[in-house]
């Protein structure tokens, strides 16, 4: 498939945001958590946000893959039956 790669960061973005809120909603349920203590316990003083993490392990985000798009184009394609002419 030539363009398979072609929405990957997309479905990484989306993969991610479906992880965070699936974490985000077991610890409320867990810990009886509101939206309040989510902030409280995700973002630092000025308002940005901290990934999360326990014991110093971190929730790997997939947006950090690097994504290389169209590395081949028409005739670059690699082709094993060309060098066997």
Known sequence: NYFKHAIAKRVFSKLQHHTWWRIVRMMRT??????????RWLTDHTGQWHPISAD??????????????????????????AHAA
């Open 30 to 39: 867990r810990h009886r958590w509101k939206w309040t203590d989510v902030r």
């Open 56 to 81: 110093g392990i971190e929730l790997f985000n997939p947006e950090t893959i690097p994504i290389t798009r169209y590395r081949y184009r028409g005739n670059q394609i690699p082709n094993p039956w």
